[in-house]
């Protein structure tokens, strides 16, 4: 399975550690689309709510020899009537809390995220606030509804990194995830994701022919 | 907040979270709703200051649950349960791809007592010819008289009349299977209940069981030797991420999920339900919302329809906290010990499900046991289990409900008449066997058919592209 290999590992000088990110935010302000840019590089503006994916991957170099692996958590529409589990916060080592810049309630909504994230998640993990959909301003500004320095003045009280993004046109998307993947404790992946190997955990695979056949002395 | 839909395909009702996310894949549109805050109702793990206050075994005022650690380092089953490596259920998980979001880990050991009181003793049960051959459970002839049972067992085939002793497999009874081996007893005790997985003895005077005890026995094997040391496996941070994986996998599919929701009616045409009202409570201090929505059919775990099931039994069980490794079974971190009904003058068997900081279900050096039975007697609960409590040793403690026990229920009809198809609660066994012949059950009443699990994600791909 693709998210169980060594979650951090150096070999001569070059480091590859691996990490669970988990997005946030109201329905309707770009989670997705900001996923589709990083991982895939594409926009499609008539996206419908999250199906299909259980989570992407995508992996930034972040110097020659360093290469960090994010394994993205979509809400899979979970949040619409706040029922996203436990489970996904579980061992999440950082997450990006997403609001409209145009929306001016989506703010507040990421701001109950935040809380949520602090009561449910690991103490060290590292948020990222994302004012998402900066092309509609750009375009329109008498539609900002959220002024840049007044998040920011958040993000910064609260201890997070901040950006505002465009999906569409792919402004800040890279910048937000390399700025992530730099605060990571690189030398610290592995214990941090008991998902990733190493645990003596079991391994379900499908059977291959003949595991069931033999019965008890099958051995 | 997003318009629910005016229709759905089902609409599914509290702790049948594998049905949902069964269902999603194969395409339906589902809305899964429960009264509860968290998912899977009594099938949820809990910290352990929830279950300090759940059963209230603590003077108002005092906060006993401080000297456990950090209340959010322990995950404690409310039902307690192990999946049978290569049973029905990681069949299900593997075949749905819920695997992805658990991690597993192996239960290290099965046990079974023989004896009662002073006498009793606590062995490994034996997966396989060379461990019978081992076993302190039989004497030196009965083990070779076991190897030669369980090595037929390896080789029977159910179409192949040559494999059959000379017996006529589908008429005869267990009992008679047993006789041509000539085991005693005590083997017949521990095959039937700690391998074949019975709670009572009426498999073996009962005509035509002997295929599927000699099918329950297979399993057992086949799932001791998919992984080595036990046929359990058990998920990390406890069962409760089950429902929780479940959901993940029917959101994922387009599911829609609603905690906290009361069904405030059920509405209908005729004799057939075809929609409900309910209300959302909001936690985050908005209003409750109320909406209205149609549905095909309804699947629904019994206490949202008290009137259309029957309580078929009382189960008993208590949660202990333990701070060493159960008596005789070489320090494992995690078993379960059958105690056959017989060996200690009972009709039903008691079992223990003992996991510990192995699987992240508490912190270091303390382990979880879970005894349980089905009633016997309307009083004396506590004595019922009594039996399950010696093996436990010193208990730190002891969770039970004090009051009246956890009624099972099974539904009164098959739900084609009036579209509500009801599951059965959750049994005394200590494994999904019996929860997943029931899924396939309920699915297969208000499918139509039968529940396929292999091949139901065709064609999706459920991961990204690297």
Not at chain 1, 8 to 29: C, I
Not at chain 1, 61 to 68: A, I, Q, Y
Not at chain 1, 156 to 170: D, I, P, Q, V
Not at chain 2, 245 to 262: D, E, K, Q, V
Request: hydrophobic share 35%.
């Amino acid at each position: 399975m693709a998210a169980r290999g060594p979650a951090g590992s150096r070999v001569g000088n070059s480091r590859f550690a691996q990490f669970k990110l988990v997005l946030l935010g109201e329905s309707a302000v770009g989670k997705s689309s900001i996923v589709l840019r990083f991982v895939k590089d594409q926009f499609d503006s008539y996206r419908e709510s999250t199906i299909g994916a259980a989570f992407l991957t995508q992996t930034i170099s972040l110097d020659e020899n360093t290469t960090v692996k994010f394994e993205i958590w979509d809400t899979a529409g979970q949040e619409r009537y706040k029922s996203l589990a436990p489970m996904y916060y579980r061992n999440a080592n950082c997450a990006v809390v997403v609001y409209d810049i145009t929306q001016a309630a989506s703010l507040d909504k990421a701001k109950q995220w935040v809380k949520e994230l602090q009561r449910q998640a690991n103490e060290n993990i590292i948020i990222a606030l994302a004012g998402n959909k900066l092309d509609l301003v750009t375009e329109q500004p008498d539609k900002r509804a959220i002024q840049t320095a007044d998040a920011e003045a958040y993000a910064r009280e609260a201890g997070l990194l901040f950006f505002e993004t465009s999906a569409k046109t792919a402004e800040n998307v890279r910048e937000l995830f390399t700025s992530i993947a730099k605060k990571l404790p690189l030398d610290q992946a592995g214990p941090r994701n008991p998902r990733s190997g190493g645990r003596g955990g079991v391994e379900l695979r499908p059977d291959t022919p003949g595991t069931q056949a033999g019965g008890p002395c099958s051995c | 907040m997003d318009d629910i839909a005016p229709e759905y395909d089902v609409i599914v009702l509290g702790t049948a979270d594998k049905l949902s996310s069964v269902l999603s894949v194969k395409g339906k549109k589902v809305l899964h709703i429960d009264r509860n805050d968290h998912y899977g109702g009594e099938a949820a793990s809990v910290n352990i200051e929830t279950l300090f206050k759940k059963y209230g075994n603590y003077t108002k005022g005092e906060e006993p649950w401080k000297k456990y650690g950090r209340v959010n380092d322990w995950n404690i089953d409310l039902v307690p349960k192990l999946l049978m490596s290569c049973g029905e259920l990681t069949n299900i998980l593997v075949s749905t791809d819920v695997t992805r979001y658990l991690e597993f880990k192996q239960v290290a050991g099965s046990y079974v007592q023989q004896g009662s009181g002073a006498k009793a003793t606590v062995a490994k049960v034996p997966s396989d010819a060379g461990e019978a051959l081992r076993s302190s459970l039989m004497g030196i002839f009965e083990k070779r008289r076991m190897k030669s049972f369980i090595e037929w067992v390896g080789t029977f085939d159910a179409t192949d009349s040559a494999s059959h002793k000379g017996l006529n497999i589908n008429t005869c009874t267990m009992k008679d299977v047993y006789d041509k081996f000539g085991l005693e007893a005590g083997t017949r005790d521990f095959i039937g209940h700690a391998m074949a997985l019975y709670q009572t003895d009426s498999y073996i005077s009962e005509k035509g069981t002997a295929p599927e005890t000699i099918e329950r026995i297979r399993l057992y094997g086949n799932s001791v030797s998919r992984y080595g040391k036990s046929p359990y496996i058990y998920p990390l941070y406890g069962l409760g991420e089950l429902p929780q994986g479940f959901a993940r996998l029917s959101a994922i599919y387009g599911g829609t999920y609603m905690l906290n929701t009361n069904i405030d009616e059920v509405l209908y045409e005729g004799d057939k339900a075809v929609g409900i009202k309910a209300t959302m409570q909001d936690r985050g201090g908005e209003e409750p919302m109320k909406f209205t929505t149609k549905c095909k059919k309804i699947l629904a775990d019994p206490s949202y329809f008290p009137s259309k099931a029957q309580v078929t039994g009382q189960l008993l069980k208590a949660i202990c906290i333990l701070n060493h490794p159960l008596a005789g079974t070489d320090n494992s971190d995690s078993c379960q010990l059958i105690i056959p009904q017989s060996q200690v003058g009972r009709n039903h068997d008691i079992y223990i499900a003992v996991v510990s900081s192995a699987h992240n279900v508490c912190p270091k050096g303390y382990y979880i046991a879970i005894v349980s039975t089905i009633a016997e007697t309307s009083a004396n609960h506590h004595l019922e289990l009594a039996p399950g409590f010696e093996r436990l040793g010193k208990i730190e403690e002891k969770f039970m409900y004090q009051g009246p026990s956890i009624p099972l229920y099974e539904p009164l009809e098959s739900g084609v008449n009036d579209n509500i198809f009801i599951s059965k609660s959750y049994d005394a066994t200590s494994h999904f066997e019996t929860t997943t012949d029931d899924v396939k059950d309920i699915y297969r009443r208000a499918e139509g058919h039968d529940l396929v699990v292999e091949g139901l994600r065709e064609g999706t791909n459920l991961v990204g592209e690297e």
